[in-house]
């Protein structure tokens, strides 16, 4: 079976959106609601997918440094910190060097911290989002 890019994926959902948008017009304003709210499910699905996939790397421009406060995450282009971070996220970010896939990490952090296996993959998936969105690290 050939993969589709993600960015393909990201057209045929927003043009399907664009789709059931302009259609709204025939539903009522709860049928509306409620095929939008699909539709993110849809592509927060997409998203989740393509974390659980790769492989995240520390974006270069970012760094992690201690401060008074705790670890910072810095934005060195900018010269702003993006976040402030706890033991285990700066443990996390220092594991992103893009060998490891968010199953790797989190058994690492899993072993490392004592937790259950399941609610450290879901906290490292929530971090790893995190990241991303911020433009932290790359997949």
């Known amino acids: 079976m050939r993969k589709i890019p993600i960015h393909s994926r990201r ?17 009522s304003p709860a049928e509306a609601k409620a095929a939008k709210g699909r539709i993110k499910g849809v592509l927060s699905q997409i998203e989740t997918d393509t974390l659980i996939r790769s492989t995240p790397k520390r974006t270069e421009g ?3 440094r201690t401060e008074a406060d705790g670890p910072v995450l810095i934005n060195e282009t900018i ?23 968010p199953d790797d990490l989190s058994r690492i952090v899993s072993r490392y911290y004592n937790v259950d296996p ?12 995190a990241l991303k969105a911020k433009g932290a690290i790359c997949l």
Do not use: E
């Not at 057209?11 to 539903?27: D, E, N, P, Q, V």
């Not at 996220?89 to 060998?99: H, K, N, P």
């Open 11 to 27: 057209r045929f959902m927003g043009t399907f959106s664009a789709l059931a948008a302009a259609g709204a017009g025939l539903f």
């Open 62 to 64: 970012f760094s992690c």
């Open 79 to 101: 010269h702003k910190p993006v976040c402030r971070l706890n033991p285990t996220g700066r443990f996390i970010w220092r594991l992103c060097d893009g060998t490891k896939n």
């Open 118 to 129: 399941h609610q450290a993959f879901v906290d490292c998936l929530c971090f790893l989002s």
